[in-house]
């Protein structure tokens, strides 16, 4: 079956601190990889993604993923996060076809502390 | 920087009620996306939509459920007779054809179901 799992529901990290969010992925075919950011009563933004080539892809606000596909993960870092950064964080998967469904984890909620 | 947008940001029914939820995707897209996240949970995918047909559901897209691109702009999701469990934030997406592609969102809109 195709899924997404984000073992992390909340995370609290402080300000300048390192993050690392798990992404975990179970699809059958090659999958194109993605990174959304959802801020209190906003839409989806999308971060950054993962279609093909160098495996650690950059994304906007100094945030980057390394896909491993032995591991079949997709993490999101960032080496020092701001306050700013507090947000529900989503991976998704989605078959490398436009048109079809991208498929979503859960979500991992991002508390800052300062 | 063009963006996909929706109408109305929010909106209240009654059960029984039938809704229309308005997206104008980003122009020159051609492949058009309805994803629902009921309270606390993940985004679901629901209903993709291109050159006028549909070209793929999920299970959640049952005979309650329609889109329709009624003119050049605009691409509506039509649920016939509201259910309490509808209630969802609703989010459109557009995404070109090519390869490398990616789903932009609109900013959602809140369905509340009474």
Not at chain 2, 8 to 31: A, D, F, K
Request: with cysteine; glycine share 8%.
């Amino acid at each position: 079956a195709q899924s997404v799992t984000q073992p992390d529901i909340h995370i609290t990290v402080s300000e300048g601190a390192s993050l690392e969010l798990r992404c975990n992925y179970s699809y059958g075919a090659t999958p194109y990889l993605f990174w959304y950011v959802q801020s209190p009563g906003q839409g989806l933004q999308l971060l950054l993604k993962y279609f093909s080539g160098d495996t650690l892809v950059q994304g906007i606000k100094g945030f980057e993923a390394e896909f491993k596909r032995s591991q079949s993960s997709f993490n999101l870092r960032k080496p020092s996060v701001h306050w700013s950064d507090a947000a529900e964080y989503f991976c998704a998967v989605g078959a490398r076809q436009a048109g079809t469904a991208l498929i979503f984890g859960k979500g991992t909620t991002l508390s800052v502390s300062s | 920087e063009p963006e996909v947008t929706q109408t109305p940001s929010h909106q209240v029914t009654q059960m029984g009620q039938e809704v229309i939820l308005r997206c104008v995707p980003i122009s020159n897209h051609l492949y058009f996306y309805w994803y629902r996240q009921i309270l606390g949970q993940k985004v679901e995918f629901l209903v993709s939509f291109y050159n006028n047909e549909i070209s793929e559901k999920s299970e959640i897209f049952d005979d309650q459920f329609s889109v329709e691109r009624p003119d050049g702009s605009n691409f509506t999701l039509k649920i016939r007779s509201t259910k309490l469990e509808d209630s969802a934030m609703y989010f459109c997406a557009s995404s070109e054809r090519d390869m490398g592609y990616e789903q932009f969102f609109g900013p959602g809109t809140r369905l509340t179901v009474l």
